[in-house]
T-cell receptor, first 111, second 109 residues
Framework: DAGITQSPRHKVTETGTPVTLRCHQTENHRYMYWYRQDPGHGLRLIHYSYGVKDTDKGEVSDGYSVSRSKTEDFLLTLESATSSQTSVYFC??????????FGQGTRLTVV | GQNIDQPTEMTATEGAIVQINCTYQTSGFNGLFWYQQHAGEAPTFLSY????GLEEKGRFSSFLSRSKGYSYLLLKELQMKDSASYLCFFPGGSYIPTFGRGTSLIVHP
């Protein structure tokens, strides 16, 4: 398996609380992505990074922020969680010309 | 931007051949990937096409026509374990990397 891990794997949180999900890689890949997956919508890009401190918005970025202070870590933060952010979150990594490798996912429930 | 279209669901019989199509309109192109995703699991890489033509990997093959904005994934000798969602993926570059919504394949005996 590619060296990519997500933490936590499962989390239940209350509406209005901040939540941070972590993606950690040991592959030194340039690109890192955060996706959410919901029934009927497939995988939708939240934010992505193309280098340390270089990030950009995806198609569903509202309510989310990210940070990449070092190559191996890409953090996704929900500043104030809402029930609509209940989802499965996947992190992915890749380099130019290579396939993307995915973490095992984080199941987040906002109650 | 990118516009990607895949059928939502397909069914096939064990042992048969199935073709899953992906059509796209993109503002640039630097390759197309196919992924398989079983329920509750992460997507896993199947194949990559950057030039026109057919790429074969065992029971799985993928075809690309850049001029037609068209790709397909061909699965031969279907097995029950092939029941999964199949996604085409554009990695991006100067544009947002995007997945198609996926095709749910159901293989029945």
């Amino acid at each position: 398996d590619a060296g990519i891990t997500q933490s936590p794997r499962h989390k239940v949180t209350e509406t209005g609380t901040p939540v941070t999900l972590r993606c950690h890689q040991t592959e030194n890949h340039r690109y890192m992505y955060w996706y959410r997956q919901d029934p009927g919508h497939g995988l939708r890009l939240i934010h992505y990074s193309y280098g340390v401190k270089d990030t950009d918005k995806g198609e569903v970025s509202d309510g989310y922020s990210v940070s990449r202070s070092k190559t191996e870590d890409f953090l996704l933060t929900l500043e104030s969680a809402t029930s609509s952010q209940t989802s499965v979150y996947f992190c992915a990594i890749r380099d130019d010309g290579t396939e993307a490798f995915f973490g095992q996912g984080t199941r987040l429930t906002v109650v | 931007g990118q516009n990607i279209d895949q059928p939502t669901e397909m069914t096939a019989t064990e042992g048969a051949i199935v073709q899953i199509n992906c059509t796209y309109q993109t503002s640039g192109f630097n390759g197309l990937f196919w992924y398989q995703q079983h329920a509750g699991e992460a997507p896993t890489f199947l194949s990559y096409n950057v030039l026109d033509g057919l790429e074969e990997k065992g029971r799985f093959s993928s075809f690309l026509s850049r001029s037609k904005g068209y790709s397909y994934l061909l699965l031969k000798e279907l097995q029950m374990k092939d029941s999964a969602s199949y996604l085409c993926f554009f990695p991006g570059g100067s544009y947002i990397p995007t997945f198609g919504r996926g095709t749910s394949l159901i293989v029945h005996p």
